[in-house]
Each structure stands twice: as structure tokens, then as C-alpha cells.
């Protein structure tokens, strides 16, 4: 009988709170059910059977670990709210007469029924979602599913050993926040006068500074590389101005509108407009939570999204051909131009020899060398990386040398140019003027041809700023460059040749074909010292770039969901324990004279300004983001800025009507609360 | 006519199963004229407050009607009731019933709120009354800032700025320290000689001595009633206590 006191008081105190545990026990159900399967799909064996699978569980791997912390980090907020809303009935147990002893006791009952419950549903819930999620990731990324019904062991132990591990935290924290407070601190735990917190102008400018700070970089970056350096900055700074102007400038907002009398004494303003104020200072921090995480999902799915809707176009952007076969070595050699020669029509042999006609090609090389543009000139003497600090990388160019020839036969056009003219193509915004300079050379700039850019170089042309000189005879400039070193020592001239084409075969045979092609590439080149050579088909990449793309798609869906699921929840917690708070004041002011239309349009407005606020600052943050976004997508050589807009407008409209859902769901709820 | 009057009240509670019923009320009828007055005394449990909260619509009652200058409260629609209260009636509260999101003045404010007037016309309202209440200087304030005796005046202003029929108090003394409850009665006296109707609820035998008439309620029916008339504070005083005494003895006065 007395062995049973805590487990029965354990299982009411569930049952009777039953408005708040189920969303949590919910909540731990989706975690462990998403940990199990993001650890199935990428420790287990499932996926190795297919190519490329490397990249993909990377991957999933890597998300199982962000799982694993934001499973915890979130599961310890929602709980500590919960025991937070029931403080009062263990002050009530407490003068009832059990000892700090027993109350751990009924708490550690609590957890242990949450996590049986828990982690049944979840492993069950994630066997059956793995498949689902598994059949979701095998069309992703292009591959047959394997049918098959067997139970990954590894994953199952290593779900229960990492969720007791997060549950025994849990029991934790609960027991602390029971234990150190007095019967009669629990007690009047929620009755304590709160004064409404004074607006911090400070702290407000200083939010509102840190927000503009981040958004002028997000949107000042242009180039790829200074991107992945500044990305991070940026972010951080948005999300400390975030907290900082949603704390204070919530506060703010509040008193602003209270000083205008004509709008707060309104009746559909006056309730909402003061219990903001009165609880500003928690609603900020959660509201600017909910904010991040909502700017995470939309980031993340819009670019994801993106990528993997634009996988054949980057793959063409990677190779442009069916064969790709291209060689790169440091340092002037008078001999290149015969060296070309003599591996265009090696490849050319072999292909024929293959059995199949080549067409649509194209064969080039150009010289190229990296330096720093000021004022006109490329400067060979500032070495970027010797000189590394972020900011500079806006301005480091590679300056290609392409000859007169090359380029007519890229281009197709009929373009000629004298020595000592060019005809200059920059792949970002610099200042070029009549005459631009590489070292020691000056080159009159005879025509421009920024919009061939990316036909010209099109691997290089989106990481860093390049610079494409067309001239005359591209081996005699090069000549020029032989001497100049940098600071190792080493030749800055590099010479990269390229011989793309097309054959009529089928996939399969494409793929034979590069291998018999980089085979004999290599015996060819055996000799030949600092060359690195690759002959890469269309088809043998393609399955490689859908992996990553779909893995990281795939990543991108799991993780926005469950994002989107703690978002949901936060609101949910905060709104249903704000009615419990609110539930004597409604009580009042029905007294007082409120109708049950006031409440209604009372709790509408506070609930359209609480919802409201996360969502638009988000997409304000999405669209200061984008650009700095489609930098970074540039290193996967994504370079569509229209699908990336339309793909992050649909993700805003998706997130937008699960969003308005879980509002009406809440606000009925908070309506059934309070009247 | 009658400002308020109460016939055959009846009001019997139900167990949650339906099963035994208990009669709070039986038949309870009384009338109180405009600018009258008025104390109900009772026990814990003699259906004191159950009445009251009929009489303020708060409550349904089984049986009978309540009238309030000519109007039929058993007839007002469930979604009209709030408005109808708002609009006719003052309620004072034992634990005075504010807000501590709102300073005292957005406390006093609420009823005018929630029927929609304009700012101007609440600030004048209110400095009308605040100088009589002793509040002018609280205003600002929020409730856990103040002493109970200053709460409920803050709420007695409320009840008395939608300018209503009658004022309806609930054991308003029941939380206040004697020099608070001796502040609050004065006023309720004041109050009452500058025209209001004010009908409250109270077992403190001081605070229904103030009164212009007493009614007494035992086991839910009226038992007696006594008028002050020329009597001074003293005497009604111990007027009621005799009563009290008869009515504690079982005695019957009819």
C-alpha cells in the first residue's frame, strides 16, 4: 500500500494535468521517434549498399548529434515549464506533510512513467516512421529502396541509452526545482506581484544596432568566400539583436501604446495591451525564440529546397558536357601549347576508338593567376593568403588569360583583338576602367564581356571574383609571368586546359568511357611533374550531387519539422499557462462586466500580436538573409537567385498556414481556459 | 415603485450526479427602495451570498424574479448579462476583486472600457470621485502596492464610476484591519447620502449598524428585518445584536 503512495499520486498528477502533458509526452514521442530515425538512416548498413551513400549518411550522421542536443535543450524548457505551472500543488503536498524526500519521489514517478511512455512510443512510432522516412529518402536521392523488415539493434539501444541519459537530466532539474523551494515559496509560487518591467532604451538601441549590423553584412557580401566567413557573424549578430530588440522593444511597444490613451483605452486593446506589458519580459525572450526557429526552418528548407530543385542545372554548371576532361599544373612551360595538342587527339582517338562520335566540343586552356584588384590593377605582390582578414577577400580576383582563339570557339562568336587591347569580363562588381593592369602588364580594355562570364569559367566564376582577359596570343603573355613567384617561391602562373564534348551513348557507357579516358590520362601524363587531371562524366557526378543534394534536403525537411514542432510547442505552453494565470483575471473582469464577445476579441488581438510578431520578423530576417544565402549556395555551384526566391516564398507560405493552424488551435484552447 | 425587488426567490444547488439538492434559498422576497441603505445578515452558509450574486445576475435563481428599476433580470439574454451588469450595476467585492496588471486607475477605468467610452469622459468621471474616495494620489499605483483599505476604496470607485442603479457589496469589510473597515464604512455612509443605493452583504455587526435597515437571513428565508431610523450608530448596533443573539438562541421574532 504504501509502496504504491507515489506511483498512484505520480500517474494523477499526469492524468489531472493532462492539458500540459500531453503535448510533452507528445514532444518526447516525435524526439526519440526522429533520433531513432535519423540514427537508422545514417549509422546503420541500409544505406551503404548504394553509391554515394558516403556523403548522405555524413550527413545524417552529423544531424543525429544536432537532434541529440536540441532534443535536450528543448525537452528541458518545456519541462521546466510544466513543473513550473504545478509548483502549487507540491507546496500543497508539502504542507500535507511530505518531506523534500518524497516529493523527489512523486517527481522521479513522473519521469519515469514520462520516459516509459516516452521511449515505447517513440521506438515503435520510429520503426514504423524509419521505413516511411527511409522510402522519403531513397526517391530524394534517387536510389531503389531495399524492402526489407529487419529491426537495427544499434539504433534502438543507442536511442534508449541517449534518451534516459536526456530523461535522467530531466529528473534532475525537476527534483532541483522542487527541493529548493520552501512549502510556502510553492505555494504563492504564481500569486507574487510582478511589477511590469521598465523599457530599457539602451538595451533596445543596442538590440536594434546589432539587428542592422547584421542585416548591412547579409546584405553587403558579395562574394561567395568573404560569404562563408561573414555568414556566421551575421547570424550571430541577428539573433542577440533578435533577443535584445524582441525584450526591450516589446517592452517598449507596450508602454508606447499605453501612452496613447485613445488606443488603449479601446476595448478590444486594453486587456491585451496590459497583460503584454505585465509579462513583456517573458514573452520576449520566447517570442524572439520562436522567431530564431522559425528563421531557421525558412533558411533552411528555401535553400535546401533550392539545391535540390536545381541539381541538373548545377550539375550542367559543373559540366557543362557529357565528358569533362581537364588538366591543371603550375608554372609557365613553353611547351603547353603542344601538350594540348597532344591530349586533345589522344582523347579524341580513344573516344573514336570507344566506338562513338564526338560532338559539340570544345578544347581550351587559359593561364591564370590570383592577386589583389585596387585601382585597376591586379597586384601580384599582396598575397591574400599571407595577408589573410576577411573583408579583403571582396577584393582578391583570379585573372584568367584566355586567347583570342578559345574564346571565339566558347563563345561562338567572330571577336578579334590587337596586342596590347582586351576584351576584359568581370564575374562581380568591380571598378574597371579603360585600361586594367596584372603585375607589371597593362592590357587597354577594348570591350567588355561580363555577360559571357559564365560560360567562359564556369566552375570558378561564382567562389571567387574572376577576371577574364582575352588576348591576342595568350602564350606569349604568359611568358611574361613565367618569373613572377610568391612568396614560397613558387610560380603564381597556372595553366589549366579543358576538352569538353559530348558522345552519343547512354549513361552506363558514358560512365565506362571517362574511366577508360582518366586511365589513359594518367599513363599519359605519368611524366609530367605538379598536374592534377580528372576526366568526370555528367552521369557518374550526377548521382553523387542528388545524394548530397537530397541528403541535405532530406535533412532539411527533418529538421524543419521538428523545429516547427517545438515552435508550435513553445506557443502552445506559454499561451496555455498564461491562461491558467489569466483564468481569475477573466473571471473579474466577467464580474466587472466583460462579455464573452470581449474575451473573444480580446484574446484574438493579444493572440494575432503574439503570433504575428515571430512570423514577420522572420521573413524580415529571410529576406535580409537570401542574398547571403545564395552566396553560400554559389559553392555548391547553385546559381538560380529566382528559384531561390520562389523557393523560399513557398516555404514562407507553408510555414505561414502551419502556423495560422496551430494559432487557431491555441487561441480555442486559451478561450476554453479562461471562460 | 420599488428600485430593486426580489419575489419568491428560490435557488436550489444539485450534486454534480444529480443526486441529493440542497435548498440555499427558499422563497425569499424583499424590496429596497431607491436611496436606501441596505445590510443582509447572516451566518456562513445562510445563503447570504448566493442571494447577492442572484441579485447581481451573477447567479440564476431557480425560482422567482428580481426586478431592477422596471427591467425583468431573469429575462436578460446570457450574452446581454455582462452588459447589463456593466451598465446597472456596482459590485464591491470581498477581496476586492483588481487586477495587478492594471495600475488602479486603468482598474477603475475597466468597466468604462468594456462599454466603450471615450478617454476624456473616464478622466472626468473619475476626478469626480476620486477626491471623496482618497485616491487621487494612488492612481498610479498597482494593487500589491497599496494597503487592502486602499485597494478597496479602488474597487468601491469602480463600482461607483459606471454611475449604477444600485451598489452591490459583498462582505466588503471582510478583508480590511478596523481602521480600514471604519474608513470604508464612513465612506459607504457618504456615499449614500449623495443619493446612492447600496446593498451589502456583511456578519460584522458594526458594518450593518451603519445601515439604514437590516435585513436578516437564516436558512435561506428572510427572518427579520430592522429599520434605524433616528437610532444612532450605538444603538442599532445593539439592536442587531440582540437579534443576533435571538437568532443564534433558535428563537423565533414572528
Redesign the interface.
Known sequence: MRSALYPKIAVDGIRKNSKLYVPYIATCILMVAVFYIMHTLGFSDMLSNFMGAATAKDILGFGTFVMAIFGTIFLFYTQSALIKGRLKEFGLYSVLGMNRKNLGKVVFYETLITWAISMTGGIVAGIALSKLAELGLCKMIGVEPVYSFDIPVGSVLWTIVIYSIVFFLIYLNAFRQVRFSSAINLIRADKA????PKANWVLGILGLAFLTAGYIIALKIEQPLSALAWFFVAVILVIIGTYLTLITGSVLLCRILQKN??YY???SH?VSV??M??RMKRNGASLASICILLTMVLVMISSTFALYCNRDQTIKNHYPRQINASAMRYGYDPTYPEIAERLEEGITAKTEEYGTEISNAVAYYDYSMVGYYQDGKVDLEINPMQNFTTVDYDNVVQAVFMDIDAYNTITGENASVDAGEALVGASARIDIGSAVAVGDESFKVRDRIDDKMSILNPDMVNVVTTLVIVVDDVDEIAARYADVVDFTGESMISWHWRYLFDTDLDAEHQIELSGILSEYFKAEMENMSHVSKYVASQEEQRSDFIMTFGGLFFLGILLSIIFLISCVLIIYYKQISEGLEDQS?FD???????????IRKSINSQMLTVFLIPIVIACMHLAAVLPIVHKLLMLFGHNNWPLLLITAGVSALVCGAFYAATYKVTSNAYYKIVS | MSLLEAKNIKKVYKTRFGGASVEALRNVSFTVEKGEYVAIMGESGSGKTTLLNILAALDKATEGTVILDGMDLTNVKDKDVARFRRDNLGYVFQDFNLLDTFSLEDNIYLPLVLAGKKHEEMRERLDKIAGTLGIADLLKKYPYEVSGGQKQRAAVARALITNPKIILADEPTGALDSKSSDELLALFKEVNKMGQTILMVTHSTKAASNASRVLFIKDGAIFHQIYKGDSTDQQMYQKISDTLNLLAQGGDLK
Open positions: 506581484g510582478e511589477k511590469p490613451k485613445n483605452y479601446k476595448t486594453f496590459s497583460s506589458a505585465y483575471r473579474i473582469m466577467q464580474k466587472v462586466g466583460m462579455t464573452k464577445e470581449n
